[in-house]
């Protein structure tokens, strides 16, 4: 990931330090009624020493320790996430630490397991990133990766209508593109951690419930898109307009609003 790129993520998680797990907890898993950081620590139940890449204001290391785990770790590139985190009680004893997934500051084999929600998708470079991972844990250790896979419903909807706005916002507001695509693939994730010691992933795709009043799925959809960051307040008005116009046939008589999300779910073991 280039510097530009992290300075970014850096600035934008600063300003807002708990917008994407907003977003996560806001949602289940259509039939079973799961969050999304609870399918994703589930893959790695048991595991004793758990590193978050990505871990943001800390909501999945919350509930890895909350059942069980001994030794948490996270690493994000946002000091206001961090912050966050840190104010979580379940929390006080987990090594938090500012920096790159890159360059991991941890020694070799100290995890079972290591965990990212939503954040490899948005990095760069990550096969060295795979390489970093494989060092820092221990021979057989879990890697657990969830990734976005796509809108559902009026979050497509509003998608749509976005990219256009997106495209044109002038190149010196445009923001630099993220991440690997490579990692939004079964096959693409393969290729990226194989060299790196992993077996090859398990994946399966779920679709995350994001429904709810219109307004409340209006800006639930303005705070997942990075894009909508470079978007000014006529154009914002454009926006909401026409997205209130294009998903009125979908409101329900009880007038929720359906939306939601795909997310693919990888894991692989580091080979013994």
């Not at 360059?103 to 990133?129: K, Q, R, W």
């Not at 709810?212 to 909401?240: F, I, K, M, N």
């Amino acid at each position: 990931m280039t510097a530009s790129v992290e300075d970014f993520l850096r600035r934008y998680h600063d300003r807002n330090p708990d917008g994407q797990s907003k977003v996560g907890l806001s949602g289940h898993v259509v039939g079973d009624g799961r969050k999304s950081y609870d399918v994703l620590a589930d893959r790695v139940a048991g595991a004793r020493r758990v590193l978050d890449l990505g871990c943001g204001d800390g909501v999945l290391l919350e509930i890895l320790a909350g059942r069980g785990a001994e030794v948490i770790a996270g690493i994000d590139l946002s000091s206001g996430e961090l912050a966050a985190a840190r104010r979580r009680p379940a929390l006080a004893g987990a090594d938090l630490r500012q920096g790159r997934a890159q360059e991991l500051p941890f020694e070799d084999g100290s995890f079972d397991a290591v965990v990212s929600h939503m954040a490899l998708m948005l990095m760069a470079d990550v096969p060295v990133i795979a390489a970093e991972v494989a060092r820092v844990l221990a021979p057989g250790g879990t890697f657990a990766v969830a990734v976005g896979a796509g809108p559902a419903d009026a979050a497509e909807v509003f998608l749509s209508l976005a990219r256009p706005m997106f495209d044109a916002v002038p190149k010196e507001r445009q923001l630099p593109k993220t991440g690997d695509p490579r990692t939004r693939r079964r096959d693409g994730l393969d290729e990226l951690l194989a060299p790196a010691g992993f077996e090859p992933v398990s994946w399966d795709t779920l679709v995350l419930d994001l429904g709810g009043p219109a307004d409340e799925v209006w800006h639930r959809c303005c705070e997942t898109y990075y894009p909508v960051s470079t978007l000014d307040e006529t154009q914002l008005a454009e926006l909401r307009a026409a997205f209130e116009a294009s998903t009125r046939e979908l409101l329900t008589e009880d007038g929720r609003l359906p939306s939601g999300a795909k997310m693919s779910l990888a894991v692989t073991r580091l080979r013994s």
